[in-house]
Structure formats: structure tokens, C-alpha cells
């Protein structure tokens, strides 16, 4: 379960979704604050207003009538049944006060501006407050201000929203940048599950669309497309190869037959005996040829698909040391397999054939009293077959090439063959999804075909 969540976490369209949260975020915040900022710096611009218009009428109050008037107004502004955000004091030279709603005088320095912050006593508790101070003509002091109770409530009010809103942006971003991705991740899925099954021979797969013709699904479409030009091409050219082997199968085993005919006839000199002789050879060496041509273009089409089951490797390696043991016998190679076990689920007729490959080969390639060992080894999920000989095996740099078709090494010049046999090998390989890894033996080859364990 760790694996695919890391996979997720280091997906692209992840990281391209969190930046995508990261950046949303980050607007939605600097919208907000800015909204904060300017909503706070309104509401203090509009108290201070009003704080400076309220103090001018009273100011202007004095000048027409005098300290009488001026405490009727403020005792008018401070009547219970007007009580509001405005605060008062008016007290005389000697500090005693003349009309209030505040009851004593702010022990606080006014700032460059001349506003005074203090805090007040009310009903409830102490409030902020914010004002300023006028000294009158007769010597008595004016205290104009307002509570900043509300503003702050406000602000409170404000903040609290910010923090909300910001975690919900943050929730919501987070959330849906984790369903997109993961859908988009799913598409994707989707797409390599079946772009690996095709990998594995089966081209008549084709990957699946929603139907809703987004990018996705053009994509798709493209690739459908394509594999549909591909497998057109392949089958079109496997039907040419598979005819010319055919076709020129027939006349080939019918010149072959006539020949043999002519040899048993008692030709006229030796050298005729010889030409004969060759060319029989020759013929041979095509039929193989052929014949070994058509075997990968069988395995190749994945027709033996059908007809794999479940088998034991192990007692496919026996039947083919019973097989070769002769052969080897008579060059004095010694033919060594310690019996193992493995099931793999597969054509017997291809895997016979792909061993018998590679024990052609071994001996092939093993000087007279070599040896070549076979084995067949269960561990962790694989089954590994491994043919392994003392002959002059094969260097580093032609290890991949050798699985070419036609592709024969200087050394074996001399012997007869085509070149198919590794090719046909890694073709039927291929079919049972299965590695092939060639190793040096010390002296010599160590072929070996990793099979997918089927239990
Ligand atoms: N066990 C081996 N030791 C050394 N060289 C090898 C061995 N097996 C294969 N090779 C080299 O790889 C080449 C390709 O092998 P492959 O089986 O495809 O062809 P071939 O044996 O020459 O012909 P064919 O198998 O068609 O009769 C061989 O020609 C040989 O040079
Ligand atoms: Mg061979």
C-alpha cells in the first residue's frame, strides 16, 4: 500500500494540483486581507469623523453660549436614553466635573495628531476607547471620544471569518486537487495497464475510453489509431513472410525428394555423388530455415495463447536430457541436470522446442568432453531454466545480438545453421513473459529463461 501512495504523492499532475492549492490559497488570503484591511481602516476613519464633527459643534456650542450651553449639549448627548458610542467629560479649572458620562480624566499622552487612547470603566467591564481633549477659554477641559467596543467586536467578528474562510480554501483545495489528480491518475492508469498488455504480445487490445471525448480520450483514440496502422502493418507483413516460407516449402521438399531420387539412382562419377549430396544439405538447411522462420512467426502471433496450461519445467528439462544425452554422449560432453521443479503456465510444444534451442546450441559450441548442466530452480515468484556449457560461449558485447534473427557469430561460421535458433528462444520467451539472460559461465554460456512462477 506505501508504494502506490508514494507513487501518487510523486505524480506530476499531484504536485501540479498543489500548486494549484498553493496558489489559490494564496489569492483567496490576499483577497481577504485586503478586504480586512480596507473594512478596518473605513469603520476608524468614519469614528474619527465622527468624533471631530460631534467635538466642533460642541466647540461651536461654547463659542455662541457659553459653558452654560455647553453642558446642556453634553448633558443632552449623555442622556440614558441616548447612550451610545460617544463619551464625555467636561470639568472645570479645578478638575470637578460639570456634565459626563465618563468619571474620570484619561491618564493618557495625546499622540501627534492630538488623539488620546484610554480605557474606560462601564457596566460591563473595561472598554477601549479613542478621543480628544480641548482646553476652553475659562480653563475648564473637554473630553470628546468614542467607545471602541463595537469596532473591536467587529474586527474580532472579522478575524474569526478570515481564519474560517481561509481553512475552508485550504480543505477545499486540498480535497479537490486530491479527486483530480486522482482521476486524472486513474485515466492515465487505465492507459498503461492496457499499453503493457499490448507490450506483451496481445495487439488486438485497445485501450478503453469514458466517452466523454476529453484529452484522455483523444489520446486514446490516437493511440488506438496507431496500434490499429501497427497491427495492420505486422499482420500484413507476416502474412508475406509466412507465404514465402510456405509457398517455397513445397517445391523445395519436392527438389529435395527428386534429388534423393537421383542419388539412389547410382550417379554417373563421384564428383556428381558430391554435388548431389551438397545440394541436399542445402535444401535441408532451407527447409530448417523455413521451418524455424514459421515457428517465430507462430509464436509471434500469440496464437498458442489458447492452448497454454499449467506444466512442469522440470520435467520438460528430463524428457530433453533423454533426448540429447546421445548426441552429447558421442562427443563425450557430459550432460548434467539435478532434477528441480517449477510450474509455468505455457505451451509445451514452444518451451520443448525453445530448450531444445539451447541445448542444440551448448552442444554446438562445447568442445568433445565439455560439459553443459541444466537446471530448473524455484525461488521468490520466478521459475528459472537455466542451460548452462564450458564451450567458447559469447562476449559481452554480442550477448544482446545473438537473440537476432540471422545473426551468427565468426566462430560458428563453420557449423551449420541459420541464426533462428536464439531468435525463435526469445520469441517464445517473449510469449510466456519471460526475461531471457545470457551470463558467462567460466568458461562458456549460461542461458537463462526466467519464467513468471504459476505457483
Ligand atoms: N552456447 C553457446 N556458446 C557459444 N556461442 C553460442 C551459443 N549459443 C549460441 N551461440 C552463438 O550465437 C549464434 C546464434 O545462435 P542461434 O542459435 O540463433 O543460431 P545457430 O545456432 O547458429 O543456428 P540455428 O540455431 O538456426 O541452427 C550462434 O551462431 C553462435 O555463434
Ligand atoms: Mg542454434
Same mark, same amino acid.
Given at each position: 500500500?506505501?508504494?502506490?501512495?508514494?507513487?501518487?504523492?510523486?505524480?506530476?499532475?499531484?504536485?501540479?494540483?498543489?500548486?494549484?492549492?498553493?496558489?489559490?490559497?494564496?489569492?483567496?488570503?490576499?483577497?481577504?486581507?485586503?478586504?480586512?484591511?480596507?473594512?478596518?481602516?473605513?469603520?476608524?476613519?468614519?469614528?474619527?469623523?465622527?468624533?471631530?464633527?460631534?467635538?466642533?459643534?460642541?466647540?461651536?456650542?461654547?463659542?455662541?453660549?457659553?459653558?452654560?450651553?455647553?453642558?446642556?449639549?453634553?448633558?443632552?448627548?449623555?442622556?440614558?436614553?441616548?447612550?451610545?458610542?460617544?463619551?464625555?467629560?467636561?470639568?472645570?479649572?479645578?478638575?470637578?466635573?460639570?456634565?459626563?458620562?465618563?468619571?474620570?480624566?484619561?491618564?493618557?499622552?495625546?499622540?501627534?495628531?492630538?488623539?488620546?487612547?484610554?480605557?474606560?470603566?462601564?457596566?460591563?467591564?473595561?472598554?477601549?476607547?479613542?478621543?480628544?481633549?480641548?482646553?476652553?477659554?475659562?480653563?475648564?477641559?473637554?473630553?470628546?471620544?468614542?467607545?471602541?467596543?463595537?469596532?473591536?467586536?467587529?474586527?474580532?467578528?472579522?478575524?474569526?471569518?478570515?481564519?474560517?474562510?481561509?481553512?475552508?480554501?485550504?480543505?477545499?483545495?486540498?480535497?479537490?486537487?486530491?479527486?483530480?489528480?486522482?482521476?486524472?491518475?486513474?485515466?492515465?492508469?487505465?492507459?498503461?495497464?492496457?499499453?503493457?498488455?499490448?507490450?506483451?504480445?496481445?495487439?488486438?487490445?485497445?485501450?478503453?475510453?469514458?466517452?466523454?471525448?476529453?484529452?484522455?480520450?483523444?489520446?486514446?483514440?490516437?493511440?488506438?489509431?496507431?496500434?490499429?496502422?501497427?497491427?495492420?502493418?505486422?499482420?500484413?507483413?507476416?502474412?508475406?513472410?509466412?507465404?514465402?516460407?510456405?509457398?517455397?516449402?513445397?517445391?523445395?521438399?519436392?527438389?529435395?525428394?527428386?534429388?534423393?531420387?537421383?542419388?539412389?539412382?547410382?550417379?554417373?562419377?563421384?564428383?556428381?555423388?558430391?554435388?548431389?549430396?551438397?545440394?541436399?544439405?542445402?535444401?535441408?538447411?532451407?527447409?530448417?530455415?523455413?521451418?524455424?522462420?514459421?515457428?517465430?512467426?507462430?509464436?509471434?502471433?500469440?496464437?498458442? @495463447?489458447? $492452448?497454454?496450461?499449467?506444466?512442469?519445467?522440470? +520435467? /520438460?528439462? *528430463?524428457? %530433453?536430457?533423454? &533426448?540429447? =544425452?546421445?548426441?552429447?554422449?558421442?562427443?563425450?560432453?557430459?550432460?548434467?541436470?539435478?532434477?528441480?521443479?517449477?510450474?509455468?503456465?505455457?505451451?509445451?510444444?514452444?518451451?520443448?522446442?525453445?530448450?531444445?534451442?539451447?541445448?542444440?546450441?551448448?552442444?554446438?559450441?562445447?568442445?568433445?568432453?565439455?560439459?553443459?548442466?541444466?537446471?530448473?530452480?524455484?525461488?521468490?515468484?520466478?521459475?528459472?531454466?537455466?542451460?548452462?556449457?564450458?564451450?567458447?560461449?559469447?562476449?559481452?558485447?554480442?550477448?544482446?545480438?545473438?537473440?537476432?534473427?540471422?545473426?551468427?557469430?565468426?566462430?560458428? @561460421?563453420? $557449423?551449420?545453421?541459420?541464426?533462428?535458433?536464439? +531468435? /525463435?528462444? *526469445?520469441? %517464445?520467451?517473449? &510469449?510466456? =513473459?519471460?526475461?531471457?539472460?545470457?551470463?558467462?559461465?567460466?568458461?562458456?554460456?549460461?542461458?537463462?529463461?526466467?519464467?513468471?512462477?504459476?505457483?
Amino acid at each position: 500500500m506505501a508504494r502506490p501512495l508514494a507513487t501518487f504523492l510523486r505524480s506530476s499532475t499531484f504536485r501540479l494540483s498543489l500548486f494549484y492549492v498553493a496558489l489559490f490559497f494564496l489569492s483567496v488570503g490576499a483577497l481577504l486581507a485586503f478586504i480586512y484591511v480596507q473594512a478596518i481602516a473605513t469603520i476608524d476613519r468614519e469614528t474619527e469623523q465622527g468624533t471631530m464633527v460631534d467635538a466642533a459643534a460642541l466647540i461651536q456650542e461654547y463659542s455662541a453660549q457659553g459653558i452654560a450651553g455647553l453642558i446642556d449639549a453634553v448633558e443632552d448627548r449623555v442622556a440614558p436614553d441616548r447612550a451610545g458610542e460617544g463619551l464625555y467629560l467636561l470639568e472645570d479649572e479645578d478638575g470637578a466635573p460639570l456634565a459626563a458620562n465618563i468619571h474620570a480624566w484619561p491618564n493618557a499622552e495625546p499622540d501627534a495628531r492630538g488623539w488620546i487612547a484610554f480605557t474606560v470603566d462601564r457596566d460591563d467591564g473595561p472598554h477601549q476607547a479613542r478621543g480628544q481633549t480641548y482646553a476652553l477659554k475659562d480653563g475648564s477641559k473637554l473630553l470628546v471620544a468614542r467607545d471602541l467596543r463595537a469596532r473591536l467586536d467587529f474586527q474580532g467578528l472579522m478575524l474569526d471569518a478570515l481564519y474560517y474562510a481561509s481553512a475552508l480554501t485550504l480543505v477545499l483545495g486540498v480535497g479537490g486537487g486530491l479527486l483530480i489528480s486522482r482521476r486524472m491518475l486513474n485515466r492515465l492508469g487505465a492507459i498503461n495497464r492496457a499499453a503493457e498488455r499490448i507490450m506483451t504480445g496481445d495487439l488486438t487490445h485497445r485501450i478503453a475510453t469514458s466517452g466523454s471525448n476529453d484529452e484522455f480520450d483523444r489520446l486514446s483514440d490516437a493511440l488506438n489509431a496507431m496500434l490499429e496502422e501497427i497491427r495492420r502493418l505486422m499482420s500484413g507483413m507476416r502474412t508475406v513472410t509466412d507465404n514465402i516460407a510456405h509457398d517455397l516449402r513445397s517445391p523445395l521438399t519436392r527438389m529435395k525428394g527428386r534429388l534423393e531420387m537421383l542419388l539412389r539412382e547410382a550417379p554417373d562419377s563421384e564428383a556428381q555423388r558430391l554435388a548431389i549430396e551438397r545440394t541436399i544439405g542445402d535444401a535441408d538447411q532451407l527447409l530448417a530455415t523455413f521451418t524455424a522462420l514459421l515457428s517465430i512467426a507462430d509464436a509471434e502471433s500469440g496464437s498458442a @495463447r489458447a $492452448t497454454m496450461t499449467a506444466l512442469d519445467l522440470g +520435467a /520438460l528439462a *528430463a524428457d %530433453i536430457v533423454d &533426448l540429447y =544425452g546421445p548426441a552429447a554422449e558421442e562427443r563425450m560432453i557430459a550432460m548434467l541436470y539435478d532434477e528441480g521443479q517449477g510450474t509455468v503456465v505455457g505451451s509445451r510444444q514452444l518451451l520443448f522446442q525453445a530448450l531444445a534451442n539451447l541445448v542444440d546450441n551448448a552442444i554446438k559450441n562445447t568442445p568433445d568432453g565439455g560439459t553443459i548442466s541444466l537446471a530448473v530452480e524455484r525461488r521468490a515468484g520466478e521459475v528459472r531454466l537455466v542451460v548452462a556449457d564450458t564451450g567458447t560461449g559469447i562476449p559481452e558485447p554480442d550477448r544482446d545480438r545473438v537473440l537476432e534473427p540471422f545473426v551468427r557469430l565468426d566462430n560458428s @561460421r563453420s $557449423t551449420p545453421g541459420s541464426g533462428l535458433g536464439l +531468435a /525463435l528462444v *526469445a520469441a %517464445i520467451a517473449r &510469449l510466456h =513473459g519471460a526475461k531471457i539472460e545470457l551470463s558467462d559461465n567460466r568458461p562458456g554460456l549460461s542461458v537463462s529463461l526466467v519464467f513468471p512462477s504459476a505457483g
